[in-house]
């Protein structure tokens, strides 16, 4: 899928960035009196703040968009290829 694109470079202007998301994920299982353990859910993302970086490929800079949480909040909206 392809997104339309939020972020640019603000050294070199480049658009050849790389986007990557570091965020915590966990699932949680109960356990019962019976001893069995259930799952209860799928991975939770909850209130835990993921950390998004961004590398330049042209000059190499690193930053971290500021005001940005998870990767969706540097994605615009899909096209559609
Ligand atoms: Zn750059």
């Known amino acids: 899928m392809r997104f339309k694109r939020r972020l640019r470079c603000s050294q070199c202007g480049s658009l050849r960035l790389e986007i990557v998301e570091a965020s915590e994920a966990y699932t949680v299982f109960q356990q019962g009196e019976d001893g069995d353990i259930e799952r209860e859910g799928n991975n939770h993302h909850g209130g835990i703040t993921g ?31």
């Open 51 to 81: 950390i998004v970086n961004v590398k330049c490929h042209t000059c190499g800079r690193e930053w971290t968009p500021r005001g940005v949480r998870q990767i969706t909040d540097v994605l615009g909206y899909p096209e559609t290829p």
